[in-house]
Protein backbone atom coordinates (compact mmCIF):
# COMPACT_ATOMS: atom_id res chain seq x y z
CA UNK A 1 0.00 0.00 0.00
CA UNK A 2 0.90 3.57 -0.35
CA UNK A 3 0.02 6.47 1.19
CA UNK A 4 0.55 8.70 -1.56
CA UNK A 5 0.11 8.11 -4.64
CA UNK A 6 1.74 4.89 -4.03
CA UNK A 7 0.71 2.60 -1.81
CA UNK A 8 0.42 1.67 -0.96
CA UNK A 9 0.23 2.63 -3.39
CA UNK A 10 0.55 1.45 -2.70
CA UNK A 11 -0.16 2.58 -2.33
CA UNK A 12 0.55 6.82 1.22
CA UNK A 13 2.40 7.30 4.45
CA UNK A 14 1.52 4.17 6.18
CA UNK A 15 3.19 4.80 9.01
CA UNK A 16 1.42 7.76 11.32
CA UNK A 17 4.98 8.72 13.12
CA UNK A 18 6.94 8.26 9.93
CA UNK A 19 8.10 5.02 11.22
CA UNK A 20 8.04 1.63 9.67
CA UNK A 21 8.53 -1.66 11.54
CA UNK A 22 8.73 -4.74 9.13
CA UNK A 23 9.87 -8.16 9.35
CA UNK A 24 11.90 -10.50 6.95
CA UNK A 25 9.94 -13.25 5.86
CA UNK A 26 12.75 -15.65 5.98
CA UNK A 27 12.90 -15.57 9.59
CA UNK A 28 9.93 -13.47 10.75
CA UNK A 29 11.89 -11.09 13.25
CA UNK A 30 10.50 -7.73 13.27
CA UNK A 31 12.98 -4.91 11.94
CA UNK A 32 12.65 -1.02 11.87
CA UNK A 33 11.99 0.56 8.41
CA UNK A 34 13.52 4.47 8.28
CA UNK A 35 12.33 6.91 9.76
CA UNK A 36 12.21 10.50 8.84
CA UNK A 37 11.57 12.12 5.47
CA UNK A 38 13.55 11.45 2.42
CA UNK A 39 16.12 13.58 1.03
CA UNK A 40 15.09 14.22 -2.76
CA UNK A 41 18.87 13.31 -5.17
CA UNK A 42 20.49 16.43 -6.72
CA UNK A 43 18.71 18.20 -9.53
CA UNK A 44 17.61 15.91 -12.23
CA UNK A 45 16.57 16.80 -15.56
CA UNK A 46 13.46 19.15 -16.31
CA UNK A 47 10.66 17.53 -16.85
CA UNK A 48 9.22 18.25 -20.31
CA UNK A 49 5.61 18.76 -21.48
CA UNK A 50 3.64 18.96 -23.87
CA UNK A 51 0.52 20.65 -22.55
CA UNK A 52 -0.13 24.06 -20.80
CA UNK A 53 1.94 23.69 -17.36
CA UNK A 54 -0.57 25.10 -14.93
CA UNK A 55 -1.93 22.02 -13.36
CA UNK A 56 1.79 20.59 -12.76
CA UNK A 57 3.76 20.78 -9.68
CA UNK A 58 7.60 19.03 -9.27
CA UNK A 59 7.12 17.03 -5.07
CA UNK A 60 10.30 16.96 -3.54
CA UNK A 61 9.43 14.45 -1.25
CA UNK A 62 9.49 10.98 -1.02
CA UNK A 63 6.86 8.50 -1.72
CA UNK A 64 3.88 6.92 -0.11
CA UNK A 65 3.94 3.27 1.56
CA UNK A 66 5.38 0.47 -0.49
CA UNK A 67 4.53 -3.33 -0.94
CA UNK A 68 6.07 -6.13 0.68
CA UNK A 69 8.69 -8.68 -0.83
CA UNK A 70 8.83 -12.68 0.34
CA UNK A 71 11.96 -13.17 1.74
CA UNK A 72 13.29 -9.78 1.18
CA UNK A 73 13.51 -6.62 3.77
CA UNK A 74 10.88 -4.39 3.48
CA UNK A 75 11.54 -0.97 2.64
CA UNK A 76 9.92 2.30 1.80
CA UNK A 77 9.97 6.12 1.58
CA UNK A 78 9.43 8.86 -0.28
CA UNK A 79 5.97 9.05 -1.20
CA UNK A 80 5.50 5.90 -0.39
CA UNK A 81 2.74 3.42 -0.82
CA UNK A 82 1.56 1.11 2.28
CA UNK A 83 4.77 -0.30 2.66
CA UNK A 84 7.69 2.26 2.17
CA UNK A 85 9.55 4.68 4.34
CA UNK A 86 7.91 7.61 5.34
CA UNK A 87 9.41 10.60 3.38
CA UNK A 88 8.38 14.31 4.23
CA UNK A 89 7.76 16.57 1.17
CA UNK A 90 8.39 20.41 1.92
CA UNK A 91 5.40 22.22 -0.26
CA UNK A 92 2.77 20.87 -2.42
CA UNK A 93 -0.57 20.54 -1.36
CA UNK A 94 -0.56 18.79 1.38
CA UNK A 95 3.31 19.22 2.43
CA UNK A 96 3.76 15.78 3.59
CA UNK A 97 5.62 12.65 3.16
CA UNK A 98 4.94 10.25 0.36
CA UNK A 99 5.72 6.50 0.03
CA UNK A 100 4.95 3.23 -2.19
CA UNK A 101 1.90 1.41 -1.24
CA UNK A 102 3.65 -1.78 0.11
CA UNK A 103 7.25 -2.68 -0.27
CA UNK A 104 6.91 -5.20 2.40
CA UNK A 105 8.63 -9.07 2.02
CA UNK A 106 6.14 -11.37 0.53
CA UNK A 107 5.61 -14.53 3.05
CA UNK A 108 7.69 -16.98 1.86
CA UNK A 109 4.94 -19.45 2.73
CA UNK A 110 1.19 -19.62 4.04
CA UNK A 111 1.01 -17.62 7.38
CA UNK A 112 4.44 -16.60 7.49
CA UNK A 113 4.70 -13.16 7.83
CA UNK A 114 6.33 -10.19 5.28
CA UNK A 115 7.25 -7.22 5.63
CA UNK A 116 6.46 -4.26 4.34
CA UNK A 117 7.74 -0.45 3.65
CA UNK A 118 5.24 1.35 1.86
CA UNK A 119 5.85 4.56 1.28
CA UNK A 120 3.64 7.23 -0.80
CA UNK A 121 3.68 9.83 -2.77
CA UNK A 122 0.72 9.08 -0.90
CA UNK A 123 0.40 6.54 -2.90
CA UNK A 124 0.10 3.79 -4.34
CA UNK A 125 -1.34 0.57 -2.69
CA UNK A 126 1.06 -2.09 -3.77
CA UNK A 127 3.98 -4.42 -3.19
CA UNK A 128 4.52 -6.21 0.50
CA UNK A 129 1.05 -3.89 1.60
CA UNK A 130 2.97 -1.27 3.55
CA UNK A 131 1.22 2.36 4.27
CA UNK A 132 1.63 4.71 1.96
CA UNK A 133 2.98 7.97 2.76
CA UNK A 134 2.09 11.55 1.68
CA UNK A 135 3.72 12.58 -1.64
CA UNK A 136 6.10 14.93 -1.67
CA UNK A 137 4.50 18.16 -2.69
CA UNK A 138 6.13 20.81 -5.23
CA UNK A 139 9.14 22.74 -4.81
CA UNK A 140 8.94 24.51 -7.90
CA UNK A 141 8.55 22.95 -10.92
CA UNK A 142 11.07 22.19 -13.30
CA UNK A 143 8.90 21.33 -16.16
CA UNK A 144 5.35 22.03 -17.40
CA UNK A 145 2.40 20.17 -17.93
CA UNK A 146 -1.04 19.54 -17.27
CA UNK A 147 -4.68 19.84 -18.79
CA UNK A 148 -4.17 19.94 -23.12
CA UNK A 149 -6.46 21.95 -24.69
CA UNK A 150 -7.64 18.97 -26.79
CA UNK A 151 -9.08 16.16 -25.24
CA UNK A 152 -7.44 12.27 -26.69
CA UNK A 153 -9.99 9.26 -27.05
CA UNK A 154 -8.60 6.14 -25.07
CA UNK A 155 -6.98 3.31 -26.89
CA UNK A 156 -9.60 1.49 -28.65
CA UNK A 157 -7.78 -1.63 -28.60
CA UNK A 158 -6.02 -2.31 -25.38
CA UNK A 159 -6.61 -4.90 -23.45
CA UNK A 160 -9.65 -5.49 -22.02
CA UNK A 161 -11.76 -2.90 -24.07
CA UNK A 162 -15.40 -2.59 -23.36
CA UNK A 163 -15.25 -3.92 -20.01
CA UNK A 164 -17.45 -2.18 -17.83
CA UNK A 165 -17.98 -1.20 -14.25
CA UNK A 166 -21.07 1.47 -14.00
CA UNK A 167 -20.06 4.36 -15.81
CA UNK A 168 -16.26 3.09 -16.70
CA UNK A 169 -15.79 1.33 -19.90
CA UNK A 170 -12.17 0.97 -20.61
CA UNK A 171 -11.31 1.90 -24.28
CA UNK A 172 -13.73 4.40 -24.13
CA UNK A 173 -13.07 7.71 -22.66
CA UNK A 174 -11.67 11.30 -23.21
CA UNK A 175 -8.34 11.73 -21.71
CA UNK A 176 -6.79 15.33 -21.03
CA UNK A 177 -3.45 16.74 -19.03
CA UNK A 178 -0.05 15.14 -20.57
CA UNK A 179 3.40 15.60 -20.36
CA UNK A 180 6.87 13.56 -20.07
CA UNK A 181 9.22 14.20 -16.88
CA UNK A 182 12.41 12.47 -15.49
CA UNK A 183 11.81 14.23 -12.31
CA UNK A 184 12.03 11.73 -8.85
CA UNK A 185 9.09 13.89 -7.92
CA UNK A 186 6.20 15.14 -9.88
CA UNK A 187 2.44 15.83 -9.78
CA UNK A 188 0.03 16.97 -12.26
CA UNK A 189 -3.90 17.25 -12.52
CA UNK A 190 -5.37 15.46 -15.27
CA UNK A 191 -8.93 14.32 -16.28
CA UNK A 192 -10.75 11.38 -17.81
CA UNK A 193 -14.17 12.39 -19.31
CA UNK A 194 -14.23 15.31 -17.51
CA UNK A 195 -13.19 13.55 -14.26
CA UNK A 196 -10.19 14.79 -12.17
CA UNK A 197 -7.55 12.59 -11.17
CA UNK A 198 -3.72 13.38 -10.28
CA UNK A 199 -0.91 11.91 -11.67
CA UNK A 200 2.55 11.66 -9.39
CA UNK A 201 5.80 9.92 -10.26
CA UNK A 202 6.54 9.53 -7.00
CA UNK A 203 10.08 8.25 -7.17
CA UNK A 204 10.36 7.74 -3.14
CA UNK A 205 12.35 5.22 -2.45
CA UNK A 206 16.26 5.47 -1.18
CA UNK A 207 17.70 3.00 -4.16
CA UNK A 208 15.41 5.00 -6.58
CA UNK A 209 17.81 6.30 -9.15
CA UNK A 210 15.73 7.44 -12.46
CA UNK A 211 12.89 7.22 -14.39
CA UNK A 212 11.15 8.95 -17.93
CA UNK A 213 7.29 8.52 -17.14
CA UNK A 214 4.99 10.00 -19.84
CA UNK A 215 1.03 9.98 -19.12
CA UNK A 216 -2.48 11.64 -21.06
CA UNK A 217 -5.19 11.76 -18.74
CA UNK A 218 -5.55 8.71 -16.28
CA UNK A 219 -3.05 6.82 -18.94
CA UNK A 220 1.08 6.62 -17.19
CA UNK A 221 3.52 5.45 -19.35
CA UNK A 222 7.11 3.62 -17.08
CA UNK A 223 9.14 4.40 -20.73
CA UNK A 224 12.67 3.74 -18.25
CA UNK A 225 12.90 2.74 -14.60
CA UNK A 226 15.78 2.39 -12.79
CA UNK A 227 16.44 1.17 -9.22
CA UNK A 228 16.33 -1.70 -6.51
CA UNK A 229 14.31 -2.44 -3.53
CA UNK A 230 15.75 -1.39 -0.10
CA UNK A 231 17.30 -3.11 2.62
CA UNK A 232 14.41 -3.14 4.46
CA UNK A 233 12.18 -4.53 1.29
CA UNK A 234 10.61 -1.23 0.45
CA UNK A 235 10.13 -0.54 -3.59
CA UNK A 236 12.24 1.89 -5.22
CA UNK A 237 9.04 4.18 -6.27
CA UNK A 238 5.11 4.01 -6.80
CA UNK A 239 3.96 5.88 -9.94
CA UNK A 240 0.67 5.92 -9.69
CA UNK A 241 -2.49 7.73 -10.47
CA UNK A 242 -5.34 8.53 -7.45
CA UNK A 243 -8.67 10.48 -7.02
CA UNK A 244 -9.31 11.95 -3.43
CA UNK A 245 -6.73 13.04 -0.19
CA UNK A 246 -3.84 10.64 -0.80
CA UNK A 247 -0.21 11.88 -0.11
CA UNK A 248 -1.88 14.65 -1.88
CA UNK A 249 -5.08 15.89 -2.78
CA UNK A 250 -6.66 15.40 -6.38
CA UNK A 251 -9.08 18.51 -7.56
CA UNK A 252 -12.80 17.38 -6.77
CA UNK A 253 -13.69 13.79 -7.91
CA UNK A 254 -16.06 12.58 -5.01
CA UNK A 255 -13.54 12.06 -2.45
CA UNK A 256 -13.29 11.77 0.68
CA UNK A 257 -16.94 10.38 1.09
CA UNK A 258 -18.51 8.78 4.35
CA UNK A 259 -17.72 5.11 3.59
CA UNK A 260 -21.80 4.15 4.59
CA UNK A 261 -22.72 6.78 1.87
CA UNK A 262 -20.85 4.73 -0.90
CA UNK A 263 -23.48 2.35 -2.64
CA UNK A 264 -20.53 2.00 -5.39
CA UNK A 265 -17.20 2.23 -5.98
CA UNK A 266 -16.87 1.13 -9.51
CA UNK A 267 -13.41 0.96 -11.60
CA UNK A 268 -11.62 -0.39 -14.83
CA UNK A 269 -7.94 -0.58 -15.42
CA UNK A 270 -5.69 -2.06 -18.04
CA UNK A 271 -2.23 -2.15 -18.32
CA UNK A 272 0.40 -4.01 -20.10
CA UNK A 273 4.13 -4.70 -20.13
CA UNK A 274 5.74 -5.99 -23.68
CA UNK A 275 8.70 -5.96 -22.16
CA UNK A 276 8.13 -8.31 -19.11
CA UNK A 277 11.22 -6.97 -17.41
CA UNK A 278 12.12 -5.73 -13.58
CA UNK A 279 9.95 -6.36 -10.78
CA UNK A 280 6.64 -4.52 -9.95
CA UNK A 281 3.23 -5.03 -8.91
CA UNK A 282 0.05 -3.81 -9.84
CA UNK A 283 -2.09 -2.75 -7.50
CA UNK A 284 -5.26 -0.14 -5.88
CA UNK A 285 -4.44 1.53 -2.89
CA UNK A 286 -7.44 2.47 -0.48
CA UNK A 287 -7.15 4.88 2.04
CA UNK A 288 -9.69 5.32 4.96
CA UNK A 289 -10.36 7.44 7.93
CA UNK A 290 -11.66 10.62 9.62
CA UNK A 291 -12.66 12.77 6.13
CA UNK A 292 -13.00 15.64 8.68
CA UNK A 293 -9.15 15.61 9.31
CA UNK A 294 -6.37 16.51 7.36
CA UNK A 295 -3.15 15.21 5.88
CA UNK A 296 -1.69 11.96 7.32
CA UNK A 297 -3.63 12.59 10.76
CA UNK A 298 -6.76 11.42 9.49
CA UNK A 299 -5.60 8.16 7.95
CA UNK A 300 -6.54 5.10 10.13
CA UNK A 301 -6.17 1.97 7.61
CA UNK A 302 -5.06 0.61 3.97
CA UNK A 303 -7.06 -1.55 1.81
CA UNK A 304 -5.18 -3.05 -1.35
CA UNK A 305 -5.78 -5.37 -4.13
CA UNK A 306 -3.22 -6.50 -6.09
CA UNK A 307 -3.64 -7.96 -9.55
CA UNK A 308 -0.20 -8.60 -9.61
CA UNK A 309 2.11 -10.50 -7.60
CA UNK A 310 5.36 -10.90 -8.46
CA UNK A 311 7.84 -13.01 -7.18
CA UNK A 312 10.17 -12.39 -4.20
CA UNK A 313 7.95 -9.74 -3.41
CA UNK A 314 4.18 -9.65 -1.59
CA UNK A 315 2.14 -7.76 1.00
CA UNK A 316 2.51 -6.72 4.04
CA UNK A 317 1.32 -8.69 7.17
CA UNK A 318 0.39 -12.69 7.74
CA UNK A 319 -1.79 -14.62 4.94
CA UNK A 320 -5.11 -15.03 6.43
CA UNK A 321 -6.98 -17.11 3.94
CA UNK A 322 -6.11 -18.45 0.20
CA UNK A 323 -8.37 -18.85 -2.94
CA UNK A 324 -11.02 -17.59 -1.52
CA UNK A 325 -13.30 -15.72 -3.72
CA UNK A 326 -15.01 -12.49 -3.55
CA UNK A 327 -18.93 -11.65 -5.38
CA UNK A 328 -18.65 -10.18 -8.81
CA UNK A 329 -14.98 -10.65 -9.15
CA UNK A 330 -13.32 -12.96 -10.97
CA UNK A 331 -10.83 -15.99 -9.85
CA UNK A 332 -9.68 -16.61 -6.43
CA UNK A 333 -7.79 -13.92 -4.37
CA UNK A 334 -5.30 -14.24 -1.19
CA UNK A 335 -6.04 -12.40 1.94
CA UNK A 336 -3.08 -11.25 3.60
CA UNK A 337 -3.53 -8.67 6.56
CA UNK A 338 -1.02 -6.60 9.59
CA UNK A 339 0.11 -3.46 10.08
CA UNK A 340 2.00 -1.07 8.52
CA UNK A 341 3.18 2.48 9.59
CA UNK A 342 1.61 1.34 12.89
CA UNK A 343 -1.93 0.96 10.88
CA UNK A 344 -3.74 -2.14 9.88
CA UNK A 345 -3.73 -3.11 6.45
CA UNK A 346 -5.74 -5.71 4.39
CA UNK A 347 -4.44 -6.62 0.98
CA UNK A 348 -6.70 -8.90 -1.42
CA UNK A 349 -3.63 -10.39 -3.77
CA UNK A 350 -4.18 -12.65 -6.75
CA UNK A 351 -1.50 -15.72 -6.74
CA UNK A 352 2.08 -15.27 -8.45
CA UNK A 353 1.60 -15.87 -11.69
CA UNK A 354 -2.07 -15.45 -11.81
CA UNK A 355 -2.16 -11.42 -12.52
CA UNK A 356 -4.88 -9.90 -14.44
CA UNK A 357 -4.01 -7.08 -16.93
CA UNK A 358 -7.50 -5.86 -17.45
CA UNK A 359 -10.33 -5.54 -15.24
CA UNK A 360 -13.70 -3.70 -14.29
CA UNK A 361 -15.18 -4.60 -10.71
CA UNK A 362 -16.90 -2.48 -7.66
CA UNK A 363 -14.15 -2.18 -5.12
CA UNK A 364 -17.04 -2.49 -2.84
CA UNK A 365 -17.64 -5.72 -3.27
CA UNK A 366 -14.13 -6.50 -1.35
CA UNK A 367 -14.62 -4.41 1.08
CA UNK A 368 -17.91 -6.05 2.23
CA UNK A 369 -16.68 -9.39 1.51
CA UNK A 370 -13.48 -8.16 4.09
CA UNK A 371 -16.14 -6.94 6.64
CA UNK A 372 -17.91 -10.19 6.52
CA UNK A 373 -15.00 -11.94 7.47
CA UNK A 374 -14.08 -9.63 10.30
CA UNK A 375 -10.88 -8.17 9.01
CA UNK A 376 -10.07 -5.08 10.80
CA UNK A 377 -9.52 -1.95 8.75
CA UNK A 378 -10.86 0.87 11.02
CA UNK A 379 -11.99 4.34 9.12
CA UNK A 380 -15.59 6.11 8.53
CA UNK A 381 -14.64 7.71 5.37
CA UNK A 382 -13.09 6.62 2.34
CA UNK A 383 -10.33 9.07 1.61
CA UNK A 384 -8.80 8.33 -1.89
CA UNK A 385 -8.26 5.63 -4.19
CA UNK A 386 -5.07 4.87 -6.09
CA UNK A 387 -3.67 2.44 -8.71
CA UNK A 388 -0.21 2.31 -10.04
CA UNK A 389 2.96 0.09 -10.16
CA UNK A 390 5.42 -0.54 -6.68
CA UNK A 391 8.85 -0.58 -8.43
CA UNK A 392 11.57 -3.05 -6.64
CA UNK A 393 13.79 -3.43 -9.71
CA UNK A 394 14.56 -1.71 -12.82
CA UNK A 395 15.56 -2.01 -15.66
CA UNK A 396 11.26 -1.35 -16.36
CA UNK A 397 10.82 -0.54 -19.89
CA UNK A 398 7.61 0.38 -21.43
CA UNK A 399 5.46 -0.66 -18.75
CA UNK A 400 1.73 0.86 -18.97
CA UNK A 401 -1.34 1.64 -17.43
CA UNK A 402 -3.50 2.12 -20.57
CA UNK A 403 -6.46 3.57 -19.06
CA UNK A 404 -8.24 3.88 -15.48
CA UNK A 405 -11.48 5.17 -14.37
CA UNK A 406 -13.18 5.45 -11.11
CA UNK A 407 -17.24 5.87 -10.80
CA UNK A 408 -18.39 6.91 -7.38
CA UNK A 409 -22.45 6.00 -6.51
Request: negative net charge; proline residues 8%.
Amino acid sequence: MSLFVGALACSGDRSGDGQQTTTNAQDAVPSNGTTGALVPPSPVAPAVVTSPASAATTATQPPAATSTNSGAAPSSAGSPGPSGTLVSSAGGPNALPTMGPSSVPTPASPGSPSTSDSASSMGGAGGAMGPTLPATGGAAPMGSGGMGAVPAPVQADIEGAGMMAGKCTLGAGMQQGDGETMEQYFGADVTRDGKNYRMITNGWGMNWMSHDISWLGSSISINTYEGSRQSNGAPAGYPSVFCGRYSETSLDCGLPMALGSVTALNTAVSWSHPMADGTYNVAYDVWLGDGSGTGFRSLQSYFMVWLKDPAEEGPAGTLQEEGVTVPNAPGTWNIVAGMVNNLPIVNYVRAEGDELHAIAFNIMDFIHDAQTRNLNFPGNDLLAVAIGFEIWQGPVTGLKLNDFCLDIQ
